[in-house]
């Protein structure tokens, strides 16, 4: 095997010797020369053809032979002569050979637990190949145990070369969890298996809802570790678990003093106080704050309280967003649509309303008559003095027939999302009779912001998206659509 190996970095060491044996007059290199390991004698080593005479730099493009080298590392050393019969020092470059020809695995066997060496485990019947990385065979195990085992298989090449050995871990039989025979628990320091407190249990293979009573009549007051484990009837202990707890009555100081302030913290003290009758023995507590100095945008409201021992608490902050609104408008008109947004303006007005009057539980009569049967969604949404549109509300109902009329049922129970309104963390409960094919969140805008396909999805998190409003589309198998409106604050 003739292996090449470009010398580009080691000349350059070269270049500095022949200098050196120049002096101050430079003389041609004549001869350069190397060998590999052992040195024959100036002069006896390989001689390198086919570069020009010269006192420059040299760059060698060619080959070395190396085909006498043993696999490993070696060291390849070389060396030129000048005009005058000097020669430079002997430069090295270590470097290792490897057999690039990957030789055929001709064998391949296999063992359980213990090796019983090589060429002696169980023969896997294969066709010399270089590659075995998909081999699929069926492995004799009727001779082992039941229990939990460690298969083993390796392969051995064309030269007599043997892999590393592969492992999987398997389980044989069927295998019974023994019975938790003893419970035992302690408090802080561990005094050895099976010196604990003992915990009064029937036996069984299962314990984790148990509850029990703790003794801890010798534990002083404050924070404590209590620990807690088992041993099978096999006399295997389990880990051991542990719960940190409090003994002794914690006496709450009262709050005296509660301040706000929005984005900036001004210091211990120095926030804007809340009256003390507003946070006296009342943890749900509401007040008003003044945020006239605040500008409009998106800011961050603080707050924090302060015991009797002087002790302050964490601060709460709370996002919130600061507009001004002019003054509000009377909405001038109404109009709904059915499934499709035609676009703003262009859905079917609702003449019974009246510009001005006020749209709560508003009541109109929606023209469904040439609407399919089956599930749909009703749209509405208000327009002010101004011109602004409001946010598009949506009502889920099913149109059927019976004795010849249409009827509309609504199908507000379809789908649920809760707490509503909520942080971005919301649980969904479907109807039974809803086959889920596919859960859609979009924001005002009409963007999807939220896409999942699958038969069952019980959360959504979208608690990274900005606070407002989201509509929550459910589609069924059918492509029946269903529409909730929730709240992220």
Known sequence: MRAGMKILCALGVMVVNFIALTNATAQNITRIEYFINSDPGFGNAIQLIGFPVSSGNLTYPGNFDITNAERGINTIFIRAKNSNGKWSITNAIPFIKTNTILSDITKAEYFVDDDPGFNLAIDIPINPSINLS????????????????????????????????????????????????????????????????????????????????????????????????????????????????????????????????????????????????????????????????????????????????????????????????????NIVGMEYYIDTDPGFAKASPITSFIPGADVTGFVFNADVADTGTGNHNLFIRGVDANGVWSLTNVISFTKSFGAGVPEIYAIDNAIKVYPNPGDGYYRIVIADNIKLLKLEIIDVLGKIIFSETKSSITHVDISSQKNGVYFFRVVDRANNCYYTKVIKE
């Not at 984790?208 to 570790?225: Q, R, S």
């Not at 009256?275 to 008003?288: D, E, H, R, W």
Request: hydrophobic content about 40%.
């Open 134 to 329: 998909v081999l699929i065979f069926t492995a004799n195990v009727n001779f082992v145990p039941n229990g939990i085992h460690t298969f083993y298989i390796r392969a051995k090449d064309r030269d007599g070369k043997w892999s590393l050995k592969n492992s999987i871990p398997f389980i044989i039989g069927n295998l019974t969890l023994p019975d938790i025979a003893l419970v035992e628990y302690f408090v802080d320091s561990d005094p050895g298996f099976g010196k604990a407190q003992n915990v009064s249990i029937a036996g069984s293979a299962n314990l984790n809802k148990m509850i029990f009573p703790a003794n801890l009549d010798t534990v002083a007051d404050g924070v404590h570790t209590l620990y807690i484990r088992g041993i099978d009837s096999f006399g295997k202990w389990s880990t051991t678990e542990s719960i940190p707890i409090v003994k002794g009555n914690i006496n709450l100081n009262n709050i005296v003093l509660a301040e706000y302030f929005v984005d900036n913290d001004p210091g211990f003290g120095s926030g804007s106080l809340i009256p003390v009758s507003v946070y006296a023995k009342n943890p749900g507590m509401q007040f008003l704050t003044d945020v006239s100095s605040v500008s409009n945008g998106i800011h961050t409201f603080f707050i924090r309280g302060k015991d009797s021992q002087g002790k302050w608490s964490i601060v709460n902050s709370i996002p919130f967003v600061k507009e001004s609104v002019s003054s509000l408008q």
